[in-house]
């Protein structure tokens, strides 16, 4: 009977935490360098994140190519004639490639200079929220997993987007105090929101079924619980706010640290979010 023991294994691999940390910050470099067509304290760093986000984007575009059992089909995304757009993942598809295409049509009018920018930007910036997103919604649509199937995910991961891009524009403001106190107060407020998601997260899981009782075990203790509540909650989240509430976080110093420490909390909370639940599946 050994023959037909079912091994249980993981559907989304580590690569895709990766992705979606990456893609988060290039959501939040882009939506900051839109804003700062509108927030001259932000001007410096314009160039800047948009050629950040660039760069990531072309690092998460190659994570998910080679997941791919057979990479080559990504040109199939690139063919409407193939792409079936009753499907969720085809959409997903398309934003992708949409957002580079007009990300690099907005880097080349940055270069050129002149008109045009700021609609350009306006646009990346749309089409840069709908990363997290579908991030989320692709987590979302799974019923039978806890945790994944609630309406907040998208938004949480559009918060975390924020604050890991604000955390990353932190280390391109160098020493400018008026654009690092504008990221300052975008790092504190997107960090909070974060911060209360997950504690209405963790309220629901610990009160709801079993299945959910058991994914609240996995997420809060052993190695799993280190990664979720020690780094992510207290040490990349809880403690940038009170870092940043403090007269040092108002300083260059602080806000760097901070911004770097909800860099670590973000890759942390999307890895646990990401694996934890699927922990559960392995145990039965």
């Known amino acids: 009977?050994?023959?037909?023991?079912?091994?249980?294994?993981?559907?989304?691999?580590?690569?895709?935490?990766?992705?979606?940390?990456?893609?988060?910050?290039?959501?939040?470099?882009?939506?900051?360098?839109?804003?700062?067509?509108h927030n001259e304290a932000l001007r410096p760093i314009r160039a800047s994140s948009a050629w950040g986000a660039?760069?990531?984007?072309?690092?998460?575009?190659?994570?998910?190519?080679?997941?791919?059992?057979?990479?080559?089909?990504?040109?199939?995304?690139?063919n409407p004639f193939y792409l079936n757009f009753g499907s969720p993942l085809a959409w997903g598809a398309l934003n992708i490639v949409s957002f580079g295409i007009v990300?690099?049509?907005?880097?080349?009018?940055?270069?050129?200079?002149?008109?045009?920018?700021?609609?350009?930007?306006?646009?990346a910036a749309l089409l840069a929220l709908g990363l997290p997103i579908y991030t989320g919604f692709d987590l979302t649509v799974h019923q039978s997993r806890p945790?994944?199937?609630?309406?907040?995910?998208?938004?949480?991961?559009?918060?975390?987007?924020?604050?890991?891009?604000?955390?990353?524009a932190s280390l391109l403001a160098g020493s400018n105090a008026e654009t690092r106190a504008t990221l300052r107060q975008y790092?504190?407020?997107?960090?909070?929101?974060?911060?209360?998601?997950?504690?209405?997260?963790?309220?629901?899981?610990?009160?709801?079924?079993?299945?959910?009782?058991?994914t609240y075990l996995i997420l809060t203790?052993?190695?799993?619980g280190l990664i979720f509540v020690g780094i992510?909650?207290?040490?990349?989240?809880?403690?940038?706010?009170?870092?940043l509430l403090a007269p040092f976080g108002r300083q260059q110093l602080g806000v760097v640290l901070a911004g770097m420490l909800v860099l670590a909390g973000g890759a942390a909370l999307r890895y646990a979010l990401l694996m934890g639940p699927q922990q559960l599946q392995t145990l039965y």
């Open 221 to 224: 203790t052993g190695t799993m």
């Open 147 to 168: 945790v994944w199937n609630t309406p907040i995910i998208p938004v949480l991961f559009v918060a975390m987007a924020i604050a890991s891009g604000s955390a990353a």
């Open 54 to 78: 660039f760069v990531l984007l072309a690092i998460g575009g190659l994570l998910l190519i080679a997941d791919l059992s057979q990479p080559l089909r990504f040109f199939n995304i690139l």
């Open 103 to 123: 990300l690099v049509v907005y880097l080349f009018m940055l270069r050129k200079g002149g008109g045009g920018g700021r609609w350009m930007a306006g646009i």
């Open 232 to 243: 992510g909650i207290v040490a990349g989240t809880a403690a940038p706010i009170a870092l």
């Open 187 to 214: 790092l504190l407020w997107s960090t909070g929101a974060v911060g209360v998601m997950l504690v209405s997260i963790l309220g629901t899981t610990h009160h709801g079924g079993s299945a959910q009782e058991l």
């Open 1 to 37: 009977m050994g023959d037909f023991v079912w091994f249980h294994d993981v559907s989304w691999h580590a690569t895709y935490a990766i992705y979606f940390f990456i893609i988060g910050i290039v959501a939040g470099l882009t939506f900051l360098s839109f804003l700062s067509w």
